[in-house]
């Protein structure tokens, strides 16, 4: 707000009529619609509404006129000057408008370069699918049990019922640690595992064993001298085949799916007795137009692995007493579930490290 | 084993309407697995006929070769009746010899098209056939030539050769070994489908009366039953006949001569390994003892053997003639003018037999029964079956001296309770099914009471405990019909502490881009040499494995680098230069050179056993290990990427202890493989977790690596065994007081050592110390460095004052200052 004003010229009082008013406001009018960017709208504000545009002198002049006449040119000079500034709030907006949707047209980018600066991490299958069958079991109740890989021969071997002199001994290709006397081997099943938990708690028992185990195999498409196996142990009271059963067809069905459950075939293992094969209902064709599956080959079912009803003589080595318990235990290779139940056509895929092979399947199996 | 089906039905009233296909299921349901279904000749096709050879002509041709060019008649196979113009390369036929003719149109095994065609000047209008090109074997002396009364001209041969045979092959487990013969098998087809069987083996036998060949068993603990009859006035150069020949054939083994046929078909029927020797080169009596030490066999293979006082010899007054049960020695071998044969069919030490054929690597078709188990009581019938035999095709007389040593051990009994297949299987079984099927396997069954007693047959030695009748049992019943039950454990406490952290170990490396791999465990002294450790470097004291599958990686390895660095090039090998890899295993640290004991088997270990078995396997702690190749951050249209280095292997660890909640401190070191001035150790308190850096250059090169590889390795179980499990921190929500202090101190000083300072100094009111600048040049000078320190001040209670912050600064610059003599840039 300015002062009273105390000097007064009469000479500048032009502006004040009406027609000089308007002109000057119509002027600024003008110029408002003409900017085309915000700086020129700030040079017109600077202009028609700044401290020395003629509205803002005008302004000045009312306080310098007779009493009689300051009402109507103020009121004059007010209205111009209102419709001015309006007309700048409202050029402002348009103009902010209009420079903001210009930048962000300027700075648009090819959204489809890629980005990929981090290469991406990825666990390895086998590792994934070992926490997978563990976590079928755990909800269960079982517990994930663990031992070493190089082993002593007793518990291999003859604490698992297989002899010095038993023909399946050499069946299982053994290597040996040096001196053979020591009789330390690389453990060629998960199996001691189970005798280990045997020897060290009491039943009941319910473990899964998961684990890398090493037979004297050459190494090809689908034999590898390391591999990885999962073994089941279920002692208790009153434990049947049918619990067995019960466990593998649960085993199945959450690994591959509803309905897909097992089948037992009559076999022979020195810790197992009865024994059983155990095939995987075919969980691509499920049994239907076989011929063609690529997955079971034509059979409808799926060479899975082997089981049994725990052989008495292996509770008595490890301590558990016979007559009072019974238990079952199951192993299958993951390696060779990985492979079927993912395409792997090439076992060295599995061990060569090839991180082409791992990153496919990413973190989670 | 393969059985001809037409050979199992002798055995067995099968119904016809019981398919191969079903007989094969039956078996495998029974315990005989299936292993292939094949049909002689399965794969020739079209017009294979008889023929007459009317005439031929022998002619010469340039290169040397003479083709006859014959006149066949095929009846009216050819459509016309007239005869066949053929060209043969063979030349042992003659007039009138009946033959096997493939028409134009017929394919034979191999997919081998037979059409009329141009040869040697002639129109060949189809092929005569020899054994061998019919897929029926191996022959030597060109086409095959039939009996007369095979047929007549123009029949189909499919017939006359058997040629449409079926054979299952069988995998039979070693608890099975009765299997090993059609005897076996057809038992349980016969069991299968509950029809009568007929037992090849039982016979009407002469007695024993000991004036056949003279035996004197000295080690009967290896030799239990030793029988021998004699063949006299025997044609060596008889023919074996056909249906020998073929079933022999068909069954995997070769046809040689009338007399070693007839042992393996006698072995392949009864399951009683055979052997026979020219009588007219044995000198003195057979004698059976253990061999010598030292003592010297030349086999039937032409190999002469060092023998080991444990192996059961057969022996004359000549010395060795025979590794007993495994294979026959060749001074006293059946040869082609072999006229008197002596036959021994003998029991032998399952053990023993198998110690020998592992020690002198000779699996045999005789070893494989004998080590399995062989019915004892089968050698008297075996040895009659095959004089029988012998002289039936080959002309002369059995003698009538029966020679048999020592007799088969008394049959075993098995008690069990009769409700334990019920008990064990799970399956509804009564008392009745499982006596009768334990009958229908052979057994004799007497109840009482409770329990049952099974007499165990004598070509089951596997059977010896309640167990076993239960699987015999159940496999009767069909193991198809188990129910499914799941058994309910007890509440479970879900995964151990050690395995959730495995776990987040895995995750955490994956999450930084890092790929996991599986390497094998070997090593040689190559990798060692390779990541440059010097000769005392205790990851050089490996345990060595005895069969190793290389020579030049016969250890276990020690540490994880040298798969992990191998698996890096490899990689890199196949284009993928930039790799970040990790591995998760353990190695084996050898820990003296005691034996593991081999424990009793009948009771629970002691406990100074079982600490005795602990103590004699090697640690084989739970390494983790990083290897880093090329570069971390990509390249790309953003400009340059960052090559790997030294402080990614070293954040790796860093990330995975603070994934674990475990605060390790990282200082400079020195260890192979690492750079020397690259290398971290790394630490929880005072114990050593491993290293990380740089690589050395020349492990770099040495591995193929791209130069500044990095890699870490650390004990993985310490590092887990230190884990913590997360304590909340109580936020401040007072305003952060941010204060940058720049300090230059002596060049080679730690970073870490001036941080600890300023904590130290600055007291309770510091939040966080973060370095976030590293300058050297000539304004700092020479030999110095200057490291500027992001400090953040904040109390948990108040807003700080300017003073409270300058002094909370200045403490934490006068200890670095008094401690590492920093001087303060401003
Ligand atoms: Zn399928």
Redesign the pocket.
Known sequence: MSGPNTDYDPVEVTPLKAAEVEAVRDAALVAIEAAGSLDELRQVRLDHAGDRSPLALANREIGALPPQARKEAGQRVGQARGAVAKALAARQVVLEEEHEARILVDEAVDVTLPWDRIPTGARHPVTMLSERIADVFVAMGWEVAEGPLVEAEWLNFDALNLGPDHPARTMQDTFWMEPVENAIVLRTHTSPVQARTMLTREPPIYIVCPGRVFRTDEYDATHSPVFHQVEGLVVDEGITMAHLKGSLDHFATSMFGEGITTRFRPSYFPFTEPSAEVDLA?F????VD?EH????????W?EWGGCGVVNPRVLVACGVDPDRYTGFAFGMGIDRTLMFRHGVADLRDVFEGDVRFTAAFGTEI | MRAPVSWIREYVDLPEEVSSEKLAARLTALGLKLEALEQAGGDITGPLVLGRVLSFDDEPQKNGKTIRWCQVDVGDANGTGDPQGIVCGASNFAVDDLVVVVLPGGVLPGGFEISARKTYGHVSSGMICSARELGLGEDHDGIMVLSADAGAPGDDAFDALHLRDEVIELEINPDRAYALSLRGIARDAALGFGVPFTDPAARELPEPNGSGHPVEVEAPDGCPVFVTRTVTGFDAAAPTPDWIARRVQQAGMRPISLAVDVTNYVMLELGQPIHGYDGDKLSGPIRVRRATEGERLTTLDGVTRTLSAEDVLITDDTGPIGLAGVMGGQTTELSSTSSHIVIEAAHFDPVSIFRTQRRHKLPSEASKRFERGVDPTLPEAAADRVADLLVAHGGGTVSDGVTKVGSAPAARSVRMPLDLPARVTGMDISAETTVAHLRAVGGEVEVEGEHLTAVVPPWRPDIADPFDLVEEVARVVGYDDIPSVLPTAPAGKGLTNEQRLRRRVGRTLAGAGFVEVISFPFVGVGAFDALGLDEHDDRRTAMRIANALSAEQPFMTTTLLPGLLDTAARNAGRGQIDVALFETAAVTLPRGTTPAPILPVDRRPTEGEWDDLQKALPEQPLHLAVVLAGERERSGWWGAGRRAGWGDAIQAVREVASALGVEITVRSSSRAPWHPGRCAEVLVGDVLLGHAGELHPRVCKAFGLPERSAAAEVDLDVLMRHATPVVAPSLSSFPVAKEDVALVVAADLPAVAVADALREGAGELLESVRLFDVYTGAQIGEGKKSLAFALRFRAPDRTLTEEEITAAREAAVAAAVRRHDAVQRT
């Not at chain 1, 691509?284 to 049994?287: A, I, N, S, Y």
């Not at chain 1, 599956?293 to 409808?300: I, L, N, P, Y």
Request: aromatic share 0%; proline share 0%; with cysteine.
């Open positions: 075919c691509v064709c499920r049994g076989s599956c690529r997955t079971c080959k034509g059979e409808g799926i």
